[in-house]
């Protein structure tokens, strides 16, 4: 799927919008977020245009392991004292996603209550 250029998060993946990257590969995106909800707050985003989890299909599979790398790579560099981190991945507009395109939140640096939200 092509880049959809009205997508904000395709637009940083461009580099057309500046972004505070801390990660970046062919396939995704790793930046701070500008609107964070905990000391460390990272947005990893595929660089494929998915607009939500449940439209990933059987040929995402190694975008979904992009990922889970990355949560790896920061997981070492955010938390290396392995005190403990969280990733969050909201579907659909009910469920608090705010931009239609895949996105998985890194929140570290804090004690971080359950159940969320």
């Not at 790793?30 to 607009?51: C, E, M, N, R």
């Amino acid at each position: 799927m092509a880049p959809a250029m009205d997508c904000l998060f395709c637009q940083i993946a461009a580099k057309t919008i500046p972004a505070q990257v801390v990660l970046e590969n062919n396939e995704i995106i790793v930046f701070k977020d500008i609107h964070p909800q905990a000391p460390t707050h990272l947005l990893i985003v595929p660089k494929k245009h998915v607009a939500r989890v449940s439209e990933l299909t059987d040929e995402d599979d190694g975008l979904v392991a992009a990922v889970h790398r990355a949560i790896r790579d920061l997981a070492k560099t955010v938390d290396p004292e392995k005190k403990g981190f969280r990733i969050v991945v909201n579907n659909g507009s009910a469920a608090g996603q705010a931009v239609a395109h895949l996105h998985y939140h890194f929140l570290a640096g804090r004690l971080l209550s359950w159940p969320p939200g």
